[in-house]
């Protein structure tokens, strides 16, 4: 691990990888792209801490969160040896969560897989996505983007108390 760091209540560790892109075990994926392990929003009904080994999977939902330092350059070195494909980013976490305000990961990692004629999956319920709006507009069809809404009322923080705001409230870029 290179550092800790504390970001408001969560525990921040960055850790390097050797690969950043993943063969996917979903069925519309080539692979997986996942920047974050651990998961700030602490979704009730999400399946993901059971398939995260360690202490993100162990302390899911707003306690630490493992930030892939070196992701772009691991990316830079996959797209050279595997064919192009389409990508699913954050098949495990959601890619704009907090974390993606200071680290920018994930919207680096879109320029690198457009840039090389990847095809961009990326699910997300946080409007930090917003921010990414150049970049991924000058991917054209190459990106899709699903969003995950729950409800719009303020009972919201009840299954998912540490998502962002649904009417997207709060948005730091």
């Known amino acids: ?19 950043a892109l993943s063969r996917s075990g979903l069925p519309e994926y080539d692979y997986a792209l996942n920047p974050y392990l651990g998961c700030q929003h602490g979704c009730i009904y999400c399946y993901a801490m059971d398939f995260t080994r360690g202490e993100p999977g162990v302390k899911w939902g707003g306690e630490v969160v493992y930030v892939k330092v070196n992701l772009v350059q691991a990316l830079l070195r996959d797209i050279r040896r595997l064919r192009p494909g389409i990508v699913g ?9 907090p974390v993606e305000s200071r680290y920018k990961l994930t919207r680096r990692s879109i320029e690198v897989l457009c840039n090389a004629d990847y095809h961009v999956s990326i699910q997300t319920k946080s409007a930090l996505i917003i921010r990414d709006i150049d970049v991924i507009s000058k991917c054209g069809r190459a990106v899709d983007v699903g969003f995950t809404i729950t409800t719009m009322r303020d009972t919201y923080r ?8 649904p009417h997207g409230k709060g948005i730091s870029t």
């Open 1 to 19: 691990m290179n550092g800790i760091t504390k970001l408001g209540n969560i525990i921040v560790k960055e850790i390097r990888v050797k690969s």
């Open 89 to 97: 980013i954050s098949t495990i976490t959601d890619p704009y969560q």
């Open 158 to 165: 009840v299954i998912e108390p540490m998502a962002a705001h």
